[in-house]
């Protein structure tokens, strides 16, 4: 019998003892073990600490960016294996596609997040602070990667993507990771792991594995660690109160299970497009990956006048699910993960069944199609009804991780509402409207208790990537019982990974610990203009003073002309009453646009083109007869990689544009991007 390897301190190894039997969860037969035990906790910590985090916050946002590509291709590349091993935890080939290729697609989006991001081994976070009247003293806040392990506690239904959405923003912030997968589907784990390690794009100790038990593991974290645990509310409380947790004031964040709901509006008939997207979405996520998703919808909440109409529509829809082995054409749906998880759904459904009773489905009725129900985890899907769910208390606070879902009736959408936050905190609710007050009602009424609200109607159902989908862009969690973490998020996540520390200084010195220019810095002049220069030789501050320009009354008639704005403030005198204006004014965009032809260099050079513009404001009216100047000062520098071997060799140069008129005063600020080449085309 195969025995699953840990990998840890740079070696795959077995568990000094025999350990826990895994089984297919289609046949029931014993593919393989696991165990860590005579693996040293605390020697991996150290190992990813002392070897893996180094290596990574060596590294800039844009080249862990690009490791994160280059590794996204490459197990793309492998996924057909994986496929194959994914069957045996009962999941089809769909159930499969979003763990495996959702996986991988969240490398891919994290990797392309580094353009929000410096091309630096840290980052800055929001705005200047003026601190002083002259600004000789200001505020800024940088954020740096924390010098410690990210240690991943994953729960057992996404064995790929639950590693993948996590390790993609640690590392992306520059972290190691240790990934404590469930042990019941760790061979699925494993065989991820066992590509990435051996496709040397991570540098080493970036990533260990614990295939069998991490109990102790908590015993090592230090306070520049992060812990983060996916799976049940008991477990994750029982973690989270870890003595060395608090000792040392450790970041955890909890994603558990909970008991999400999905709403009917009371504006939806049987005939309308939006009934048919509520049927479908529920039986989906009653469906998916057998219901064993921290997603899935526990609590189907429909106007009292629809429960009959969605009681047959539902038991129709799930009549047509065929269930059996995951490699068989035409199964719909596979097996839980293992006999354990079917033995503890079958509990929980027993324990609802005191309080409700069950409209559809029967543990002992339901056929399977290519395998054995009595050795496989099978189960069909079973809905409650709760004609009482207000009194009915078991529905809202008892989960069945499983195929499992209630029905239940509401009056008036703050009855929905109310419902839905009985819940105790969600990671997701849905709603299916096609009117917007009713969305706009639910929405403000609900969110407090909910991690993420996905709204359906017929304009966005066909794009929409349903209600158990978490995005790599969007937060994923939620309160109370949900945990009250977050987890992805886009930018957002990368920050759960940093250390945001406030700076205090000159101008001059931020500027130069930021690399990035602080108005009111030291600037540097040159004789050379800055667009007759290669993007390697630029310096941040080095600033062009342009000269100068009156505004006359036809630069403003000429611009009103081409431009087609002719808005009263520029163009009628007469109309100036009651304003806040002195006289006819320039147009905004017209000094923009008289700025870049004070600035800009005309002749072919290393500069390619203007790639736009991040910020712009007007902060002091122009009229007629002022004269403008511009201080046009290289701001950030952010490296772009090749796309082929005959792409040019190129960056994004961020300029700040500061227009100013005769009495020195700012009359117009901006950020504009450029695209220059480098003069070293090997780069």
Same mark, same amino acid.
């Given at each position: ?65 690009? %490791? $994160?590509?280059?590794? #996204? @291709?490459?197990? *793309? &590349? ?5 496929? /194959?091993?994914?069957?045996? =935890? ?72 639950? %590693? $993948?959405?996590?390790? #993609? @923003?640690?590392? *992306? &912030? ?5 990934? /404590?997968?469930?042990?019941? =589907? ?498």
């Amino acid at each position: 019998m195969n025995q699953l390897q840990n990998y840890a301190y740079g070696q795959w190894l077995g568990g000094t003892e025999k350990g826990q039997d895994l089984y297919n969860a289609i046949t029931g037969e014993i593919i393989a073990s696991a165990s860590s035990k005579g693996i040293d906790f605390g020697k991996m910590c150290a190992y990813a600490r002392n070897l893996g985090g180094p290596a990574l916050r060596k590294m800039t946002f844009q080249e862990r960016g690009l %490791m $994160l590509k280059a590794l #996204a @291709v490459h197990l *793309l &590349a492998k996924k057909e294996d994986f496929y /194959k091993i994914s069957a045996a =935890t009962g999941a089809t080939r769909i159930d499969s596609w979003v763990d495996i290729e959702g996986g991988i697609g969240n490398l891919f989006t994290y990797a392309s997040l580094r353009r929000q991001f410096p091309n630096e081994t840290f980052c800055y976070d929001g705005e200047v602070a003026k601190l002083s009247k002259n600004n000789t003293f200001i505020g800024h806040h940088i954020c740096v990667p924390k010098e410690g392990v990210a240690i991943h506690i994953n729960a057992f239904n996404f064995p790929v993507w639950g %590693m $993948l959405e996590k390790v #993609a @923003v640690n590392w *992306l &912030a520059g972290m190691p990771a240790i990934v /404590k997968p469930a042990t019941v =589907t760790s061979f699925l784990t494993e065989a991820v792991v066992k590509e990435i390690v051996a496709s040397k794009i991570l540098p080493e100790g970036a990533l260990q594995l614990i295939c069998g038990s991490a109990n102790g593991i908590l015993d090592h974290v230090m306070n520049q660690d992060v812990v983060t645990f996916t799976g049940s509310a008991s477990t994750g409380k029982m973690l989270k109160s870890h003595p060395r947790l608090l000792e040392e004031s450790v970041p955890f964040n909890m994603e558990a299970d909970s008991l999400n709901c999905c709403v009917l509006g009371t504006d939806v008939t049987t005939d309308m497009p939006e009934f048919d997207i509520f049927i479908k979405e529920v039986a989906r996520e009653i469906t998916t990956k057998a219901g064993q998703k921290c997603t899935a919808i526990r609590r189907i909440i429909v106007p009292e006048n629809r429960i009959e109409d969605v009681h047959i529509a539902l038991g129709k829809r799930l009549a047509q699910n065929i269930i059996g082995d995951p490699g068989v054409e035409g199964v719909r749906m596979g097996s839980l993960a293992g006999l354990a998880q079917l033995k503890e759904v079958k509990e929980k459904v027993e324990q609802l069944s005191k309080t409700q009773k069950i409209i559809i489905g029967d543990f002992e009725k339901f056929d399977v199609k290519g395998a054995d129900k009595k050795k496989g985890a099978f189960m069909p899907p079973i809905i409650f009804l709760n004609e009482k769910p207000f009194s009915n208390l078991d529905c809202h606070n008892i989960e069945a991780f499983g195929p499992v879902s209630t029905l239940m009736p509401y009056k008036t959408i703050e009855d929905a509402i109310a419902l839905s936050k009985l819940g105790k905190g969600s990671l997701v609710s849905s709603i299916v409207t096609a009117n917007d007050k009713i969305a706009r009602d639910f929405t403000i009424g609900a969110a407090c208790m909910h991690g993420r609200i996905l709204v359906l109607n017929r304009e966005c159902a066909k794009e929409s990537t349903g209600h158990g989908s978490p995005m790599p862009l969007l937060v994923h969690g939620g309160p109370g019982r949900a945990g009250g973490g977050e987890e992805m998020g886009g930018k957002r996540g990368v920050f759960h990974y940093l250390q945001r520390t406030a700076l205090q200084g000159s101008p001059t010195t931020i500027s130069y610990i930021l690399n990035q220019y602080q108005v009111g810095g030291k600037q540097i002049e040159k004789d050379i203009h800055p667009f007759r220069q290669y993007f390697e030789d630029l310096e941040i501050g080095e600033t062009l003073i342009t000269a100068k320009h009156t505004v006359t009354e036809a630069d403003v008639i000429n611009f009103a002309n081409v431009s087609g704005d002719h808005f009263y403030a520029h163009t009628d005198v007469t109309s100036l009453d009651g304003t806040i204006f002195t006289g006819r004014v320039a147009h905004g965009y017209y000094i923009l646009s008289k700025a870049a032809g004070l600035f800009v260099n005309a002749k072919k050079g290393p500069v390619l083109l203007n790639y736009g513009i991040d910020e712009c404001r007007f902060t002091k009216p122009v009229y007629m007869g002022a004269t403008i100047g511009v201080r046009f000062t290289c701001k950030e520098k952010i490296l772009q990689e090749k796309k082929s071997a005959e792409d040019l060799a190129k960056g994004i140069v961020k300029w700040l544009v500061d227009v100013y008129d005769e009495t020195g005063e700012t009359v117009a600020i901006a950020t504009i991007l450029t695209m220059v080449k480098l003069k070293n085309q090997d780069s």
